[in-house]
Nanobody
Framework: VQLQACGGGLVQPGGSLRLSCAASGSIFVINVMGWYRQAPGKQRELVATINSAGSTHYAESVEGRFTISRDNAKNLAYLRVNNLKPEDTAVYYC???????????????WGKGTQVTVSS
């Protein structure tokens, strides 16, 4: 199972981006998909998660500005990030709780991150 995140870039404060995460490989079903971020010198932190039914959870710092969504049929997750602030600068990672077959357990997989830099 591979996860590929993309969509990062350099934006000015107040700007927006849409991050995408594509899961591929041997996938039977995906339960939760999530976005995390890690700023320089800081620990990786949760940004948002979404389960297969569409229920979402957000970190307090991004509530109201970020929106997570997913396309279950295509094994895709998105993170719409609005009103970006310099403190949102970080590498953004996606992860997914994947069951590879009907007899496998769920297992977490991580993708390589995509850099988001917010600066004027």
């Amino acid at each position: 199972v591979q996860l590929q995140a993309c969509g990062g870039g350099l934006v000015q404060p107040g700007g927006s981006l849409r991050l995408s995460c594509a899961a591929s490989g041997s996938i039977f079903v995906i339960n939760v998909m999530g976005w995390y971020r890690q700023a320089p010198g800081k620990q990786r932190e949760l940004v948002a998660t979404i389960n297969s039914a569409g229920s979402t959870h957000y970190a307090e710092s991004v509530e109201g500005r970020f929106t997570i969504s997913r396309d279950n049929a295509k094994n895709l997750a998105y993170l719409r990030v609005n009103n970006l602030k310099p403190e949102d600068t970080a590498v953004y990672y996606c992860n997914a709780d994947v069951r590879r077959s009907s007899i496998d357990y769920f297992q977490w997989y991580w993708g390589k991150g995509t850099q988001v830099t917010v600066s004027s």
